[in-house]
């Protein structure tokens, strides 16, 4: 199957070096889903190491979310991957998102003081997820590249558009850096809000109604936006999309060496850090029960926190059943998106035509859809652990005002960056992709700088949570 005939709006041809690739996108979005409506074709350009030239073609999307990805090796195609079925993306990002969701509440890093707490170097619980996070799933995939698993490939394809689609400035450092701003504005983002709404936080629903809010601009001025910026500055930063290709050494060996890194990193800061002294105060008395002494008695079930690293070792484990089952990676502010989006579908095509980038999203596409699933029971998983031990409402939330203000900008931020948290942070960066190496380090820069700054300044509408 194919792309319809359309007029094209505009092209562009980009130059990158890597594998010989023969794709033709129908229809996609930002955050490793497909691109807007166009084609995506490459060509050999140089003898030996090819060169690929990509023309991509952007315009509105149809109704099809069809994508036809052939990857050839010497002019002979391998076989072309079916799309997952519903019933195996549903089934499969149901019990991702309980194990998502249960990581996020045992460790409490959805915590606003925790998240804040991070960005002014007092508490290190969220740096702790991400490192064990990263870490495990670099494993993973450094397993899928050592033995060739086709769906990882195939995976790194899907997210090559995230960084030829957007200058490296106007995309992840813009993006990662306003997406920092308001995850220390809110207190959240794309995929802790979730944990935290279950947990029954104050105001994290409107911390969730600004995100779509944010969503529905971005989607309503996307065509505006690539247009006068993401397409705008300079690319790359590097020709290559990954860093193993700009670097020149093998998949498998550098997300091998990032996974041993990120590893060892969780464990000197648990160890510079005992992981109970990040606890909330409110499981002073549980924590001194033997049940949460790790190599005594300790319970998993009846112990209201986790060290950080193990949730996050938790969290990267579902890096396997993203690829193999789904065929992406962790990610969540797609589900924003569509959220933000569903409203476009009984609209005539004309319509729909028009709002091109809504429509994506409109469009029904396990590759992304499973993520509404993903959060929502991620919301049931952290409500039922809250409610185990009486700890719904049990932690402190920010006032309205930076909820809604920091929820539309931890969306809109990320859908300029193209990815969030989990898509740059735990995702983009662990297979490699270099401009989440960008989006990542801004974000955090954006968080820091604002959380500073308001601390110096008494907290200004921002309640002081530590």
């Known amino acids: 199957?194919?792309?319809?005939?359309?007029?094209?709006?505009?092209?562009?041809?980009?130059?990158?070096?890597?594998?010989?690739?023969?794709?033709?996108?129908?229809?996609?979005?930002?955050?490793?889903?497909?691109?807007?409506?166009?084609?995506?074709?490459?060509?050999?350009?140089?003898a030996g190491r090819p060169n690929v030239k990509r023309t991509i073609t952007m315009k509105g999307a149809t109704e099809s979310t069809a994508l036809v990805a052939q990857q050839k090796t010497d002019g002979a195609p391998q076989q072309q991957q079916k799309p997952p079925s519903w019933a195996v993306v549903i089934s499969a990002s149901a019990l991702m998102g309980m194990l998502f969701g249960l990581a996020f509440y045992k460790s409490h890093v959805y915590e606003p003081q925790i998240i804040r707490g991070q960005f002014l170097f007092r508490r290190f619980v969220m740096l702790k997820?991400?490192?064990?996070?990263?870490?495990?799933?670099?494993?993973?995939?450094?397993?899928?590249?050592?033995?060739?698993?086709?769906?990882?490939?195939?995976?790194?394809?899907?997210?090559m558009y995230t960084s030829v689609s957007r200058g490296w400035i106007s995309g992840p450092a813009l993006g990662g850096a306003i997406l920092g701003i308001g995850m220390a504005a809110s207190g959240a983002c794309p995929g802790?809000?979730?944990?935290?709404?279950?947990?029954?936080?104050p105001f994290s629903a409107i911390t969730i109604v600004g995100g779509l809010f944010g969503a529905f601009v971005y989607g309503m001025l996307a065509e505006a936006i690539q247009e006068k910026l993401l397409d705008k500055g300079p690319k790359g930063p590097s020709?290559?999309?990954?860093?193993?290709?700009?670097?020149?050494?093998?998949?498998?060996?550098?997300?091998?060496f990032l996974g041993i890194f990120c590893l060892a990193g969780c464990a000197v800061l648990e160890a510079v850090i005992p992981w109970k002294s990040e606890v909330p105060s409110r499981f002073?008395?549980?924590?001194?029960?033997?049940?949460?002494?790790?190599?005594?008695?300790?319970?998993?079930?009846?112990?209201?926190?986790?060290?950080?690293?193990?949730?996050?070792?938790?969290?990267?484990?579902?890096?396997?059943?993203?690829?193999?089952?789904?065929?992406?990676?962790?990610?969540?502010?797609?589900?924003?998106?569509?959220?933000?989006?569903?409203?476009?579908?009984?609209?005539?095509?004309?319509?729909?035509?028009?709002?091109?980038?809504?429509?994506?999203?409109?469009?029904?596409?396990?590759?992304?859809?499973?993520?509404?699933i993903y959060i929502l029971l991620a919301t049931v998983a952290a409500y039922l652990c809250a409610k185990d031990i009486d700890d719904?409402?049990?932690?402190?939330?920010?006032?309205?005002?930076?909820?809604?203000?920091?929820?539309?900008?931890?969306?809109?931020?990320s859908r300029l960056g193209g990815g969030c948290t989990s898509g740059h942070g735990l995702s983009?960066?662990?297979?490699?992709?270099?401009?989440?190496?960008?989006?990542?380090?801004?974000?955090?820069?954006?968080?820091?700088?604002?959380s500073v700054v308001w601390q110096s300044i008494g907290g200004f509408f921002l309640p002081n949570l530590l």
Not at 130 to 158: C, D, N, P, T, Y
């Open 1 to 46: 199957s194919g792309c319809r005939d359309e007029k094209r709006e505009r092209q562009r041809v980009i130059e990158r070096g890597g594998k010989l690739l023969e794709l033709e996108h129908c229809a996609g979005n930002d955050d490793g889903q497909l691109p807007q409506k166009g084609q995506l074709s490459t060509t050999r350009t140089t």
């Open 129 to 159: 997820v991400f490192f064990g996070a990263m870490g495990i799933g670099a494993l993973i995939f450094s397993v899928m590249a050592r033995f060739g698993v086709q769906a990882f490939e195939q995976v790194r394809q899907l997210w």
């Open 192 to 201: 802790m809000v979730w944990t935290a709404l279950g947990a029954g936080t």
């Open 239 to 256: 020709v290559e999309v990954y860093a193993d290709r700009a670097l020149g050494v093998s998949t498998a060996n550098l997300t091998l």
């Open 284 to 372: 002073d008395n549980a924590m001194s029960d033997d049940m949460c002494n790790i190599g005594v008695s300790f319970s998993f079930v009846n112990c209201p926190a986790w060290p950080p690293s193990i949730a996050g070792i938790l969290l990267g484990t579902l890096q396997l059943p993203a690829v193999m089952l789904i065929g992406n990676i962790l990610g969540s502010s797609t589900a924003f998106a569509i959220c933000s989006s569903v409203w476009m579908m009984p609209m005539s095509s004309d319509f729909r035509t028009k709002y091109a980038h809504m429509n994506l999203f409109a469009t029904p596409n396990p590759k992304s859809w499973w993520q509404v």
């Open 392 to 413: 719904i409402g049990g932690a402190a939330g920010v006032g309205p005002v930076p909820a809604f203000l920091g929820g539309f900008l931890i969306i809109f931020g």
């Open 428 to 450: 983009g960066c662990a297979i490699l992709m270099i401009q989440s190496w960008i989006a990542v380090p801004a974000m955090f820069a954006g968080g820091i700088i604002l």
